[in-house]
């Protein structure tokens, strides 16, 4: 049972546009969501996360949406640049048990 | 600072080998997690270790053991691989409050023939 999905395996955009990614998730004790970046051959780095007490958090030209109704967050990235091209996970924890559960990811391209 | 380290990178292991991953990180983090990426499966939560001492089962943790040899130590063990364990395996670790992010090791390749 997957409890965070992205149903997009890819995404291509024209640089300067944004770039929306998108996630769904299924349980409703997760009350804290994170995005990370993942090129090819490195680990996973941390991009921008929010706590289910906010419904938007911006660093930059990356802002998270939340909608705790709909149990959907997106990833919004204004404006998108080449160097944007790679992998991003969605993922989700609640303060009950540490662990991190992931979706299955979304591949950006970003076209110059 | 180097972070999250994972050792070996790359591995090749005959059907019903043995071996043990490695990984350690140097940020005093209490939290330490092991995934799995597999092509159109995302990163698959094997084991966790919210503090030292403690270990639990993540998503798939059939075919591995962990230990958590300190606080800054937490190995994967494979007893007996199988070519489905062919996989990138991640190290992660984290402060272990709320709220809070995990960091990534550079991943180990192993590839189960």
């Known amino acids: 049972d997957q409890q965070v999905k992205q149903n997009s395996p890819s995404l291509s955009v024209q640089e300067g546009r944004i770039s929306i990614l998108n996630c769904d998730y299924t349980?409703?004790?997760?009350?804290?969501f994170l995005w990370y970046k993942k090129y090819p051959a490195e680990g996973p780095t941390f991009l921008i996360s929010?706590?289910?007490?906010?419904d938007k958090n911006e660093d930059g030209r990356f802002t998270v949406f939340l909608n705790k109704s709909a149990k959907h967050l997106s990833l919004h990235i204004v404006p998108s640049q080449p160097g944007d091209s790679a992998v991003y996970f969605c993922?989700?924890?609640?303060?009950?048990?540490?662990?991190?559960?992931f979706g299955t990811g979304t591949r950006l391209k970003v076209l110059a | 600072n180097a972070g999250v380290t994972q050792t070996p990178k790359f591995q090749v292991l005959k059907t019903g080998q043995s071996m043990t991953l490695q990984c350690a990180q140097d940020?005093?983090?209490?939290?330490m997690y092991w995934y799995r990426q597999d092509p159109g499966m995302g990163l698959r939560l094997i084991y966790y270790?919210?503090?030292?001492?403690?270990?639990d089962k993540g998503e798939v943790p059939n075919g591995y053991n962990v230990s958590r040899l300190n606080k800054r130590e937490f190995s994967l063990r494979l007893e007996s691989a199988a070519p489905s364990q062919t996989s990138v395996y991640f190290c992660?670790?984290?402060?272990?409050?709320?709220?809070?992010?995990?960091?990534f090791g550079q991943g180990t390749r192993l590839t189960v023939v």
């Open positions: 940020m005093n983090h209490n939290s």
């Open positions: 993922a989700a924890s609640h303060s009950g048990t540490y662990k991190y559960i």
């Open positions: 349980n409703s004790m997760f009350d804290y």
């Open positions: 270790s919210a503090s030292e001492g403690t270990t």
């Open positions: 992660a670790s984290s402060e272990g409050y709320p709220n809070t992010e995990a960091f």
């Open positions: 929010i706590s289910s007490i906010k």
